[in-house]
């Protein structure tokens, strides 16, 4: 399974998360970030398509992606899994916030293989556990 994260991330946590990942084939888990394999600013049309296909998983806090009807259409049309990070304010989560709260939510997020896709899911800043959107 391969767990995209979105540009909104620092680039750095999928890289760390590949590497903490890797001892553990059994569970055959890639980490990766979308600028990486797509660019840097690609358009969502680009990559979710191409992220289905591959039968990955995308975190991100772009919750537009779940609120504008036409990219909540597009996940769903290519049966994409999302796991939407919520800020806790406009101003989002510090660096170290987000290190955290990934961490915490990390087996939640990998066993979201599991569902049926198309899924979208949702880290609260109060919560430890993806909610179901």
């Known amino acids: 399974m391969k767990i995209y994260f979105d540009e909104n991330f620092p680039y750095q ?3 760390a998360l590949n590497i903490l990942q890797s001892p553990k084939v059994d569970e055959d888990v890639e980490v990766l970030n979308i600028s990486d394999e ?3 600013g690609a358009a969502d ?19 537009r992606i ?10 769903r049309q290519y049966k994409l899994g999302v796991v ?3 800020p806790p304010s406009k101003k989002g989560y510090s660096y170290w916030e987000q290190v955290e709260k990934v961490i915490m939510s990390w087996r939640d997020i990998k066993d979201a293989k599991n569902f ?3 899924f979208a899911f949702i ?6 556990h993806l909610e179901s959107l």
Request: net charge positive.
């Open 13 to 15: 946590l999928a890289k």
């Open 38 to 40: 797509y660019g840097r």
């Open 45 to 63: 049309e680009e990559w979710i398509p191409q992220i289905a296909k591959s039968n990955g998983i995308v975190i991100t806090q772009d919750l």
């Open 66 to 75: 779940q609120n504008t009807k036409q990219q909540r259409e597009l996940y």
């Open 84 to 86: 939407f990070l919520k």
């Open 116 to 118: 049926k896709r198309p």
């Open 123 to 128: 880290i609260r800043p109060n919560s430890k």
